[in-house]
């Protein structure tokens, strides 16, 4: 008998999308094991956690499987494509930028500008000022969200329809958004001054990985977050309103903020839990899957992962950081054949930098602005207002 905390059956079936007898009829077939006592029926959730891979895998091979359907719809993309499991930015490898080109230098070339203006230091204290009145209990993307309409309510120019206006709002937004969180002027990059702002010490390399982790960010593939980019986009949005719609998609626990939970969960490791029993409790408490592993559009594993986890292993004092990241990694790998994602990687650097555990979302989100503002971009070059689908009423008929 294991000694993992263990599913509910509810918990189970919430965790699969079926049915409590779909999940009983997994049982009855010997696709799942279960254990009853007088409490009920309970289940391993690394057991789980595999079949629910393995049904993503193949739909039609259990009962109660969504049909596979094509997507909802196709977007034509000029920045970010996968080939042969790597990552590219245009013709240029993600994974090459990241080790050799600055986070600044990767921006002018991806918006084919010559430098990236920042505010001025007056419209960043409006923002930093915004951002404190939110006081201490306020979450990092809630003060970036407030900054970001702090930066567009000081910027005159804000309305203006000009698709320059979007990558000038952009740079704004790049620059301003780490110097409001810093809490002090800075002028020392994009990675150094978010590093100040989030990093509890300062560590030889720091800024450097930082500066990897935000290039690595920067487009992948058609996120919801970067849809939702799109569509404001499609609306004539400002470069402001299209980053504060993508934030509302962003700042969802399947997206943006899957890091928090990964952070949790190395952090149990590190300190001495069980590396099953804590991938266990992670799956229980969350409800939606392993956190931290698996990429659907990676056959080999996500490569933001591994070049970012290759550079933590060559920074100072990150061994303890690291075993825990493989002794999550070992397991998963043995019980449910996943791999790790960016969010496990973003979790191991802001473990490693003594960040608080939602500070990768905010890493995210500052080096996805640069996807999102060259998308809407590229949407300013379509018929306006084309991603307005319409809608299929499915309701009761009127009386």
Known sequence: MSDLPRLTAAEAAAR?????????????????????????????????????????????????????????????????????????????????????????????????????????PADVAVARRTIAALGPAARPLDRLLVAVSALAATDPLRDDPDPSQLLRAGARLVTGLPAALAGADERAGVARTLWRALASRDLPGGSRLLDAALVLVIDHDLAVSTLAARVAASARASGYAVVTAALGAFDAPLHGTASRAAAHLLRAVRDGDDPATAIARAVRDGGRGIPGFGQPLYAGGDMRATVLLELLRDAPESAGVLAAVDAVADEVARRAGMRPNLDLALAALTLWAEMPDDAGSVIFAIGRIVGWISHAVDEYDERPMRLRPRGRYVGPAPE
């Not at 094991?33 to 079949?51: C, I």
């Not at 920045?79 to 600044?104: C, G, K, P, V």
């Not at 070339?109 to 001025?120: E, G, Y």
């Open 16 to 120: 699969l999308g079926v049915k409590p007898e779909s999940l009983y009829a997994y049982v009855s077939r010997g696709l799942l094991s279960r254990e009853r006592d007088a409490a009920g029926s309970s289940f391993d959730p690394l057991e789980v956690e595999a079949f629910a891979r393995r049904r993503r895998r193949s739909p039609g091979a259990v009962p109660g499987s969504p049909t596979p359907g094509t997507p909802l719809m196709v977007l034509d993309t000029r920045l970010a494509h996968i080939d042969d499991d790597e990552l590219h930015y245009r013709e240029r490898s993600a994974a090459q930028l990241a080790r050799d080109t600055s986070f600044e230098d990767v921006v002018t070339w991806v918006w084919d500008v010559s430098t990236l203006r920042a505010p001025s």
